[in-house]
């Protein structure tokens, strides 16, 4: 254990660095997290329900129609009957927040609440709003899942912290699921 003396110097040498504009430097533990790539889903998704504005924002709800997943350690379909419940912000942000089912090969039905932002220039969203093909590296689609199961095979999911990333297509969308380690 440090010394309240040298405690305190640490923390006036981040605090200083920060305010000088300089990345902060962990002094002690630079250990960051690690992901592992975990699954990838193509989920097929409904004509797009817009509610238009409410108090709340621009809502919409895609429905999820079904899909597919598969990583090095788990396989399986996405059942439809789940949607997408999207809030259009003023500042263009759509905010995420899917609840959908997945059904592995094993017969093991996993719950999925999926939360995120997707934003980019007004430009490119215009196209994907048309359905065009554009290049995810143009837009920025990340997400924070969740995951429920009874199951002892996949209990994992239920401990480890999960990010994603997105691609926005025509009918569907190809999420990348991350653990973080």
């Known amino acids: 254990m440090k010394s309240r003396k040298q405690f305190l110097t640490t923390i006036g040498v981040g605090l200083t660095g920060i305010a000088m504009g300089k990345t902060p430097i962990h002094l002690e533990n630079d250990d960051l997290p690690k992901l592992e790539f975990a699954f990838t889903a193509n989920i097929t998704l409904g004509v797009v329900q817009d509610l238009g504005a409410t108090p709340h924002g621009h809502r919409r709800i895609i429905p999820i129609t079904g899909g597919s997943f598969e990583g090095p350690a788990i ?7 789940g949607a997408d419940w999207q809030i259009i912000r003023a500042d263009n942000v759509a905010e995420l927040n899917a609840k959908y089912t997945l059904k592995t090969n094993d017969g093991v039905l996993i719950y999925v609440e999926n939360k995120g932002y997707r934003h980019g220039p007004a430009e490119v969203l215009q196209r994907l709003s048309r359905g065009e093909a554009v290049d995810a590296k143009e837009y920025y689609f990340r997400a924070t899942p969740f995951f429920e199961t009874a199951s002892e095979i996949y209990d994992y999911m239920n401990k480890y912290i999960f990010i994603a990333s ?8 190809i999420i990348h699921f991350y653990k973080v380690l």
Do not use: A, C, L, N
């Open 75 to 81: 396989k399986g379909t996405v059942e439809p009957g």
């Open 166 to 173: 997105g691609e926005r297509k025509k009918d569907s969308v």
